[in-house]
Antibody, heavy 121, light 110 residues
């Protein structure tokens, strides 16, 4: 059974940093793109970032480019999202989602339960 | 990175069929086969319902179907059931190497 489990959320002050992790199991991790999608309170889904199976290609939404960095450790089946210079508008539930063989398939077929990030003073 | 356009809400009675539209441009929905649909119940994670415009993942009832015409994709749910009441989101690959979601549609089963 495919499972992804996020961790690392919490309360952080504006301008601060946070690192999210996503532990994956039940599939050949290095074969698949992995993704971060967020959802602000009461709002819709927003794609944040994706990374290829090898980790060699990364992609970001304009709203986070230059502030967030996605990475993965294929030896530990774990995905990361380093978030710097956090803003109030980054407050959201952050979901980790398994992708297809290529990130552009826009195919998020297994989701975690999400981890809440709150940016507030 | 403008969101794809979806109606804010749709409704239907049990047993009826409804269609949710998702309008983009030739740079996203109209230009690629990579359109997906997600169902999200309150307080839950989204669930993939349709991918590559019209393909259904294993385990999703065939009451859910997808299609595309030009820059508009559509999700049709036939034989509406109470448990179909949820928020629905479309997504698409966009030519600038990003993924874009629709604003979401709240489905009410009357």
């Amino acid at each position: 059974e495919v499972q992804v489990l996020e961790s690392g959320g919490g309360l952080v002050q504006p301008g601060g940093s946070l690192r999210l992790a996503c532990a994956a199991s039940g599939f050949t991790f290095y074969n698949y793109a992995m993704n971060w999608v967020r959802q602000a309170p009461g709002k819709g889904l927003e794609w944040v970032s994706s990374i290829s199976g090898s980790g060699g290609s990364t992609y970001y939404a304009d709203s986070v480019k230059g502030r967030f960095t996605v990475s993965r450790d294929n030896s530990k089946n774990t995905l990361f999202l380093q978030m710097n210079s956090l803003r109030a508008e980054d407050t959201a539930i952050y979901y980790c989602a398994k992708g297809g063989l290529w990130f552009g398939e826009s195919l998020f077929d297994s989701w975690g339960q999400g981890t809440l990030v709150t940016v507030s003073s | 990175q403008s969101a794809l356009t979806q109606p804010a809400s749709v409704s239907g009675s049990p047993g009826q069929s409804i269609t949710i539209s998702c309008t983009g441009t030739s740079s996203d929905v109209g230009g690629y086969k990579y359109v997906s649909w997600y169902q999200q119940h309150p307080g839950k994670a989204p669930k993939l319902m349709i991918y590559e415009v019209s393909k259904g993942p294993s385990g999703v009832p065939d009451r859910f179907s997808g299609s595309k015409s030009g820059d508009t994709a559509s999700l049709t749910i036939s034989g509406l059931r109470a448990e179909d009441e949820a928020d629905y989101y479309c997504s698409s690959y966009m030519s600038s190497s990003i993924v874009v979601f629709g604003g979401g549609t709240k489905l009410t089963v009357l």
